[in-house]
């Protein structure tokens, strides 16, 4: 015990000494702070390589959606024709620009004596010559688009380029033709269905330009051939009966010695001598129906002192041969040449009545004082086309004053009073038409169908 206590004093006398120890697991140690300066030049080169990305890929889209649906007001590459879809251009575009009429077909035909180009429409379309040269022409159609492409011409020998190209107000049509072409445009029906039509012939007959329709449905018999031509059968009948004689006894001489060789021979001192001769030489081949020899001679002499006798004479022969488009062609050309002519006037007005072109029917008679019984049903069917039958009626009536024995003519009568509620009359014109007869078997069974029917309904 004493031991211990000695050592605590020996303690307690020392002098302390504190030496302090260093630790480094006691205490927070400071964060040494971090450089962020190229992880923001990362992120930023990160963002420039995105932006840059994202704008490549929008470049690559419009693009490829520029060449799947090319514009519609771009010019059409003169490829071979083909619908729109088959060329693979996007349908809503079309129907965001479409404008309403529309090109949706071409058909080219050819034979020997022309070439026919027919743009199917939608609807009729307003078409104008916008620009001719030497052996070019440019047709602007106003207010529609073409869903066909312009096919690839060559080695032909009517057209040697052709051309359809939108415009600002329409479609373009240009094409060029080869030498000596004359070129016919004309707007039709062709089965219920609008065309434009495109002609080309060669400048053979000495006939102006005018639009051939041979597709045209064949209309009633034309007047022309229906009376032969009266004025032309009695030329022929006078003035060429010494020919017919002297040519029986040239038969009849060649017949009784093999070795004769007979010519005629026609000398004259009238200076129009020649042409006369040559008009009488024509009848003489039609009525010895030589009509290939009839036509050319009579179409040598258009444009001659024999001009208007050469083209009824040619209109007869055209209308008994049943050649309908040089008809059409010849009937416009004299119409255009002989404006007042009555003849020439009543063919064109059927020709106008077998394209639908009524309300062009009426207007051309509209100052007409006096006009036969054809003409005056013509009119009077036209206004019936048009629903208009206050005044089909009106030229019935004045057609069957001047002759009642028309059956026809009492059949339209009846149809357009009915469509006006005059049943009474309509029945009357309907028995009228049944006492003539001289119908055929369809006409027939309409009058008595109708007969019958109106009247169990009138009692």
């Given at each position: ?61 419009i ?22 879809a ?73 057209i ?16 060029q ?9 004309r ?87 020649k ?39 040619l ?31 009543t ?51 004045l ?17 357009s ?12 014109s ?23 029917t ?6």
């Open positions: 015990m004493s031991v211990i206590n000695n050592v605590l004093k020996d303690l307690e006398s020392r002098e302390s000494q504190f030496t302090p120890i260093e630790i480094d697991t006691i205490g927070v140690r400071s964060t040494p702070t971090r450089d962020l300066k190229p992880l923001l030049l990362i992120a930023l080169l990160l963002l420039l390589l995105m932006a840059g990305a994202w704008i490549y890929l929008q470049d690559q889209l693009s490829s959606s520029t060449s799947a649906a090319p514009s519609i007001a771009s010019t059409s590459p003169a490829i071979t024709a083909l619908p729109v088959e060329a693979e251009v996007d349908h809503v575009v079309v129907t965001d620009r479409m404008i309403g009429n529309q090109i949706i077909g071409l058909q080219i035909r050819e034979s020997e004596d022309d070439m026919r180009m027919e743009f199917a429409l939608r609807d009729k379309v307003v078409a104008f010559l916008k620009e001719r040269g030497e052996n070019s022409f440019g047709y602007h159609l106003r207010d529609i688009e073409s869903q066909i492409f312009a096919p690839v011409i060559s080695d032909n020998r009517w040697r380029e052709l051309a359809i190209a939108p415009s600002n107000s329409g479609v373009d049509v240009s094409f033709t080869a030498e000596d072409i004359l070129v016919e445009t707007q039709s029906l062709v089965n219920g269905e609008p065309v434009w039509v495109i002609n080309l012939r060669k400048k053979a007959a000495p006939v102006v330009v005018d639009t051939v329709v041979d597709s045209m449905a064949a209309g009633e018999p034309s007047a022309i051939k229906a009376q032969q031509a009266p004025e032309t059968m009695e030329l022929a009948s006078t003035n060429a009966a010494a020919d017919e004689v002297e040519l029986e006894s040239q038969q009849a001489s060649a017949s009784a010695s093999s070795d004769a060789v007979v010519k005629l021979d026609i000398k004259s001192t009238n200076p129009n001598a042409t006369i001769n040559q008009l009488e030489y024509a009848v003489a081949l039609m009525n010895s129906r030589r009509f290939a020899e009839a036509r050319t001679t009579l179409q040598n002499l258009l444009g001659g002192s024999e001009d208007y006798d050469a083209r009824k004479h209109l007869a022969l055209y209308g008994s041969q049943n050649q309908r488009g040089r008809f059409l062609r010849l009937v416009r050309d004299s119409m255009a040449t002989y404006p007042d002519d009555l003849l020439f006037k063919e064109y007005a059927r020709s106008l009545f077998q394209t639908a072109a009524y309300r062009a029917v009426i207007d051309l008679f509209a100052s007409e004082v006096s006009v036969n019984t054809s003409l005056q049903a013509l009119v009077a069917a036209s206004y019936q086309r048009l629903d208009e039958h206050e005044g089909a009626i009106r030229h019935y009536h057609a069957l004053e001047q002759d009642a024995t028309n059956a026809k003519n009492w059949i339209g009568l009846g149809i009073q009915e469509q006006t509620a005059a049943l009474e009359g309509a029945l009357f309907y028995q009228q038409a049944a006492k003539l007869g001289n119908l055929n078997n369809r006409l027939q069974a309409f009058v008595d169908n109708k007969t019958r109106l009247g169990q309904v009138l009692n």
